[in-house]
């Protein structure tokens, strides 16, 4: 029933053989969470700015976002959708960054400034 509250556990298991692979398939927007937010589609834009990460300098930066007057505010989720970083950024040159010592993994970093959202993934090493 749309609206109504379960609670949803999945455990998949897959023997050591070649025969066949154990795989769980769910519908693109079937499940959501008010407990947990990823962010990871709203507000993406494949033609817009884009957030990277330099693995030597540990900087996440934003290449195509034009700088404001308001302040740039980095928040950070991990693959659990978890916030695990929220601080305001800094300015490099014209390009907002913002220092990232993470453990590797996934990430999805979501950047505002005032009414403009960059949101992407993020891949540490």
Request: zero cysteines; glycine letters at 12%.
């Amino acid at each position: 029933m749309p609206g109504e509250a379960y609670h949803l556990r999945i455990t998949v298991a897959d023997l050591d053989d070649d025969n066949f692979d154990s795989a769980v398939f769910l519908e693109s927007g079937s499940l959501m969470s008010k407990a947990l937010s990823t962010a990871v589609l709203e507000g993406m834009t494949p033609n817009g700015p884009l957030i990277g990460y330099n693995g030597p300098s540990a900087l996440l930066t934003v290449v195509g976002l034009e700088l404001g007057d308001d302040r740039v505010r980095f928040r950070v989720y991990d693959a659990t959708g978890r916030l695990v970083v929220q601080e305001l950024g800094q300015a490099e040159g014209q390009r907002p960054t913002l220092p990232l010592q993470a453990k590797p993994g996934l990430y999805v970093a979501q950047v505002t400034q005032g009414e403009q959202v960059v949101i992407g993934r993020v891949v540490i090493p």
